[in-house]
Structures are given as structure tokens and as C-alpha cells.
């Protein structure tokens, strides 16, 4: 057993290949759902870009409490970052919400307010030139 990783130890094989390919997946494609890069991730998660890069290809898994900050960024929960098929919200939906979270609740309802008047405004305008 000299060489395998504590999880190989305990999975067999496919198991952890599936685990890996996985979170790889799951990772990057709300990464990217959210609009960021590797390094803008990388750097709120405290790691250098290769080792968030390595996360993403199944080459290494995170810790626990490395991958519990990172289901924090990405807005999800750790049981969704390792489900074979996450929930994932639409891509404008995560954009809007990673706008808007580190913002106080009082700077939250105005921004929602501007932009249901914005969308309502468009929405009108549509409907006058006969969409």
C-alpha cells in the first residue's frame, strides 16, 4: 500500500477516479458559471493557481476544510460539489448572486430593486416596439 492515497487505501479504484473526475468537473464548471478565473478563485481561496488548476484536472483532491471554503466561493454545498449531477442554477442567476453577496442586506434589496426596474423598463420598451 506504500504510494496510495488515504482515500485509494479505503475506494477502490474507480471509486476514487470517479471522485476525482467529479469534483474536477463540478469545480470548474461553477467557476466558470460564476465568471471567474483560476487565479481570481485561486487567490480567494488562499492557494496558488496550480494547485486550484490540479483541482480542476482530478490530479489532486483538497482537504476538508479546503474543499468546504471552496463549496463557500462557489455558493454551494459540499454535497453539490460532489454529486454527479450538481443543481446548478442558470449562468445568470449565479452571475447576479456573486455580484451581489458580500454586499450588506440593506445594499442587496437596492441592488435587486434596480435591476427589477431595469429589466421591467426593457421588458416595456419590448412590448412598444412589438416584440
Not at 8 to 23: H, N, T, Y
Not at 30 to 53: F, M
Not at 87 to 113: G, N, Q, T
Amino acid at each position: 500500500m506504500a504510494g496510495m492515497s488515504n482515500l485509494q487505501s479505503v475506494f477502490p479504484d474507480e471509486a476514487v477516479d470517479s471522485l476525482e473526475i467529479r469534483l474536477a468537473r463540478n469545480i470548474a464548471a461553477r467557476r466558470k458559471a460564476l465568471g471567474l478565473t483560476q487565479a481570481q478563485l485561486a487567490e480567494k481561496l488562499g492557494v496558488e493557481t496550480e494547485t486550484l488548476s490540479r483541482f480542476e484536472r482530478g490530479k489532486h483532491l483538497p482537504s476538508l476544510a479546503t474543499l468546504e471554503r471552496l463549496a463557500g466561493l462557489l455558493q454551494v454545498t459540499v454535497s453539490e460539489l460532489l454529486a454527479e449531477q450538481p443543481k446548478m442554477a442558470d449562468d445568470d442567476a449565479l452571475v447576479i448572486s456573486s455580484w451581489i453577496a458580500h454586499l450588506d442586506e440593506d445594499d442587496k434589496r437596492f441592488a435587486r430593486a434596480i435591476l427589477k426596474q431595469c429589466c421591467e423598463h426593457l421588458e416595456a420598451k419590448s412590448k412598444l416596439l412589438g416584440s
